[in-house]
């Protein structure tokens, strides 16, 4: 597959996806030199920060989410790549506002890496940190062995939960547990029917057979298993259901967050069956969709699929998620 | 014979440019299981080593001076897992120790240093196809050989190919290829590969 993309110099892509991003956005944040994304009403909080890490080339992840009631910093490295830890501890003095910051870390080997260097470097600093590593494709590892589950679409919550809970004034301490207490009851699948390519050398990733589609493909088309025929919506929506009600233990009677994210090259108009198809197969064994998005959070370049994202939701949880927030791709 | 500043700068330079020269194949090769930029992230590496031997030429650092700089500009390069592999890995080869000129037994712990900072970050073994199939049997190899500076920069440039073409028989256990599992097989692993080019360029350079 050959890349055809509206882009200039591939070395630049990064800088300049943010100079668009800011310049789009210029009431809500604000870019700082190290490609870190700043919320413009950081200067007068007074309660716990969010700051998070990752690549671009996942717009409007993760980036598109840095404003009030969402990310206070976003640090980002390259297409895919990972940041430096040195940026990471920058971004992280520039958030503390004396009541600690958040950290929230994909669980990507490269976002992983830079996260523990930078949690090395600001304990070192004193700094008033705690990390929380979102880790919730069900795809490539059991939930006992979690530390092999990679970060999908799920980091969006999080930020959305956790921004909610600091805005009340609750601790770092408080804060963290309750994001960590949403991402535990988290889960994700994705699924491709056709894959993208890297937007720096223009070379494919995950190529996929003419009639196929692969339940578990992770972020990047990283792939985790269950290629098959391509299905229809309704079958789709029920593998992909059952593996994540399964993955949650969710019981009859309980209410879920559900999020259908395009990842890229999926029509809006599939995503919205997609979440039709999801809710009835719901309803039928007795689960209630409380909260819910359709369409694009984090994308993967032009893969055509989407991420099915479920978390399990409590009173406290839905009003965190029902909180308002100001973002410029998402808004409450 | 004894390394100086102005042989670390022709044999750096010389890594160098076989990471430059080998962009696109370790691109090829990450483009199976990974994300197939691993030879933009060399090539940006590259660029830093060849900056920061500039600077060397016109400063007075002393070679863990030197080394501890270069670390830390590759580890904040932006280049996913590599950036702070690397980078952690050239940052270990600064002792404390420091010194202008370097003999045998200080360039073996040098080695077995960084090898130990990298332990610090990333629990990879040899077979869990990454780049430690190259760097642990280089550095092995590099401690078993006799104190002469070529003939130990010989076989770790050996044992570093040998490890790179064996990491093709493994299966992934870390990053993105890790859930293609069997598939991996037959494909070697891009971090092992640019590895040995860094071993490939110390010898050459050595020599030129």
């Given at each position: 597959m050959r890349m055809k993309k509206f882009i200039n110099d591939p070395a630049n892509l990064t800088k300049e996806v943010l100079e668009g991003l800011a310049l789009a956005n210029s009431d809500l944040i604000e870019l700082h030199p190290n490609n870190i994304v700043v919320n413009k009403k950081l200067k007068d909080a007074d309660r716990v920060t969010i700051v998070t890490l990752g690549g671009a080339?996942?717009?409007?992840?993760l980036s598109g989410f840095v404003g009030e009631g969402m990310l206070d910093v976003s640090v980002v490295g390259d297409i895919f790549a990972a940041p430096g830890p040195q940026a990471c501890v920058e971004a992280i003095k520039l958030a503390d506002k004396g009541k600690g910051v958040l950290f929230i870390v994909l669980n990507h080997a490269g976002d992983m890496l830079t996260g523990n260097l930078t949690m090395k470097e600001v304990k070192k600093l004193g700094l008033n940190v705690r990390k929380v590593v979102t880790q919730e494709d069900v795809s490539n590892a059991p939930r006992s062995n979690a530390d092999d589950r990679r970060g999908l679409v799920g980091c969006v919550a999080v930020y959305k939960i956790a921004a909610a809970a600091a805005k009340e004034g609750k601790s770092l301490e408080e804060v963290a547990a309750i994001a960590q207490r949403f991402a535990d009851n988290m889960a994700t699948l994705a699924v491709a029917v056709r894959g993208a390519t890297h937007p720096s050398t223009g070379s494919p990733i995950a190529e996929m057979g003419e009639d196929d589609m692969e339940i578990g493909m992770g972020q990047h088309g990283e792939g985790g298993g269950g290629r098959q025929l391509l299905k229809t919506a309704k079958e789709t929506a029920a593998i992909m259901a059952n593996g994540l009600v399964k993955d949650l233990d969710l019981k009859k009677g309980e209410k879920i967050l559900l999020f259908i994210n395009g990842t890229g090259a999926t029509t809006l108009m599939e995503q919205l069956i997609i979440y039709r198809d999801t809710v009835a197969y719901l309803k039928n064994i007795g689960i209630e969709v409380v909260a819910n998005n359709v369409g694009e959070l984090l994308t993967v370049q032009e893969q055509a699929g989407f991420q099915m994202f479920m978390a399990r939701m409590d009173d406290e949880m839905l009003a965190y998620w029902n909180a308002p927030c100001y973002t410029p791709y998402y808004k409450k | 014979m004894n390394l100086e500043k102005s042989h670390w700068v022709k044999m750096l330079r010389r890594v160098a440019t076989h990471l430059h020269e080998n962009k696109l194949y370790l691109s090829e090769i990450d483009s199976k299981f990974g994300d197939g930029d691993h030879g933009v992230t060399m090539n940006k590496i590259a660029d830093v080593i060849e900056s920061t031997c500039d600077l060397w030429l016109t400063n007075d650092w002393t070679i863990a001076e030197y080394f501890s700089e270069l670390g830390d500009r590759i580890t904040n390069?932006?280049?996913?897992s590599a950036g702070p592999l690397y980078g952690t890995f050239f940052s270990g080869l600064a002792l404390e120790e420091s010194q202008s000129v370097c003999d045998a037994s200080y360039l073996k712990r040098m080695l077995n240093h960084g090898l130990e900072e990298l332990q610090t970050i990333t629990n990879a073994k040899v077979g869990d196809k990454t780049m430690m199939d190259a760097l642990i049997p280089a550095i092995d190899a590099a401690t078993s050989s006799p104190d002469d500076i070529r003939i130990l920069l010989h076989n770790a440039r050996d044992a570093a190919i040998e490890g790179a073409k064996a990491s093709e028989h493994f299966i992934s256990r870390f990053g993105r290829a890790k859930s293609y599992k069997e598939a991996t097989i037959g494909t070697p692993d891009a971090g092992a590969v640019s590895c040995s080019y860094i071993f490939i360029g110390l010898y050459e350079g050595l020599l030129s």
């Open positions: 080339g996942h717009e409007p992840a | 390069i932006s280049g996913g």
